[in-house]
T-cell receptor, first 116, second 115 residues
Framework: GAVVSQHPSRVICKSGTSVKIECRSL??????MFWYRQFPKKSLMLMAT?????????EQGVEKDKFLINHASLTLSTLTVTSAHPEDSSFYICSARDDSNNQPQHFGDGTRLSIL | AQKITQTQPGMFVQEKEAVTLDCTYD???????LFWYKQPSSGEMIFLIYQGSYDQQNATEGRYSLNFQKARKSANLVISASQLGDSAMYFCAMSPRRSNYQLIWGAGTKLIIKP
């Protein structure tokens, strides 16, 4: 089946560091990818829709300059948390939609980010 | 407003029993998809089952079935013969056609299977 690889799975870093998370579709092309943030025991909160070759569409309340999204190819989207602070600590998870069919979105395994 | 409601924050079920997880939805879009995902404690989101709004029959995938009642706007997940490995968070989600494939998520139900 379709696979989405998300890397890294776990990051621990100091406050002020920028962290890049990759979301890669391994065996399909994905014009559209989605980035979510999930707080403990809560549902997924959509942060932004990543569109290949164009600017991402951010949800209300999500800082564009804080959470930089780049979708430079049909198989890779990256989320960079710039100048991360402890309040940015969370579980971030991406999903990708296969362009060739109407199958459900495929999810990466998530990235657990801890800012000290 | 487009919304997914899961009214059961948590459930305990005896192993081998069937379990029904509730999900109701609200949308004005006549075309939409309904999804169930499983999220174990390790965090990954596992797709379980899909139901299209125009599908005539209820979706089934192995031990999972979706009880789709369009008039009542409900899409309950039924797990037959529950197993210990079914313990996880379960999320119901909806994708209206006009949403550009975005998923609208329910709050989730934490299912614990007792041996």
């Amino acid at each position: 089946g379709a696979v989405v690889s998300q890397h890294p799975s776990r990051v621990i870093c100091k406050s002020g560091t920028s962290v890049k998370i990759e979301c890669r579709s391994l065996d399909f092309q994905a014009t559209t990818m989605f980035w979510y943030r999930q707080f403990p025991k809560k549902s997924l909160m959509l942060m932004a829709t990543s569109n290949e070759g164009s600017k991402a569409t951010y949800e209300q309340g999500v800082e564009k300059d804080k959470f930089l999204i780049n979708h430079a190819s049909l198989t890779l989207s990256t989320l960079t948390v710039t100048s991360a602070h402890p309040e940015d600590s969370s579980f971030y998870i991406c999903s990708a939609r296969d362009d060739s069919n109407n199958q459900p979105q495929h999810f990466g395994d998530g990235t657990r980010l801890s800012i000290l | 407003a487009q919304k997914i409601t899961q009214t059961q924050p948590g459930m305990f079920v005896q192993e081998k029993e069937a379990v029904t997880l509730d999900c109701t939805y609200d949308t004005s879009d006549p075309s939409y998809g309904l999804f169930w995902y499983k999220q174990p404690s390790s965090g990954e989101m596992i797709f379980l089952i899909y139901q299209g709004s125009y599908d005539q029959q209820n979706a089934t995938e192995g031990r999972y079935s979706l009880n789709f009642q369009k008039a009542r706007k409900s899409a309950n997940l039924v797990i037959s013969a529950s197993q210990l490995g079914d313990s996880a968070m379960y999320f119901c989600a909806m994708s209206p056609r006009r949403s550009n494939y975005q998923l609208i998520w329910g709050a989730g139900t934490k299912l614990i299977i007792k041996p």
